[in-house]
């Protein structure tokens, strides 16, 4: 349980730093990488929408500068009543450095309230293994 704490601290401490001025709706990401690393990360908000990026995508791109690529875990956390998903892209960010059993942890802000395996997130994705290992075959054949 010690490292979901950390996990939602973490994203909680993220979520602080958020640049939404013009949602009013931050978010704040964390993950623990294969390596046990937590990396976090905060949706920034640009005025010319939707250049804008998510708090998931924030947390994936320290993760992957870290030198790390495997997500273990992921926390979110938003504003609002209900714990927050992430979005459709952001599902098919995670998905490219997740299993089937990553967990991706909902919180309200009052802590973690639900989880759901990526399985469950993005059932049937597409991903790397669906691309041909050789391109220049795939791309020639009838």
């Given at each position: ?50 250049t ?21 875990d ?69």
């Open positions: 349980m010690r490292d979901l704490d950390e996990l939602f601290e973490a994203a909680k401490a993220a979520r602080a730093r958020a640049y939404a001025p013009y949602s009013n709706f931050p978010v704040g990401a964390a993950l623990r990488s294969a390596g046990g690393a937590i990396h976090a990360g905060c949706n920034v908000e640009n005025a010319a929408y939707p804008g990026s998510c708090a998931e995508a924030n947390a994936i791109a320290a993760m992957v500068i870290a030198g790390d690529s495997r997500i273990i992921i926390a979110v956390i938003g504003a609002g009543a209900e714990p927050v998903t992430p979005c459709g892209a952001c599902r098919q960010r995670i998905h490219e450095f997740a299993t089937a059993e990553t967990r991706i942890h909902l919180s309200d802000g009052r802590g973690v309230r639900k989880f759901y395996f990526m399985a469950d997130l993005l059932p049937h994705a597409f991903g790397p293994e669906n691309l041909a290992p050789d391109r220049n075959a795939a791309e020639n054949t009838p």
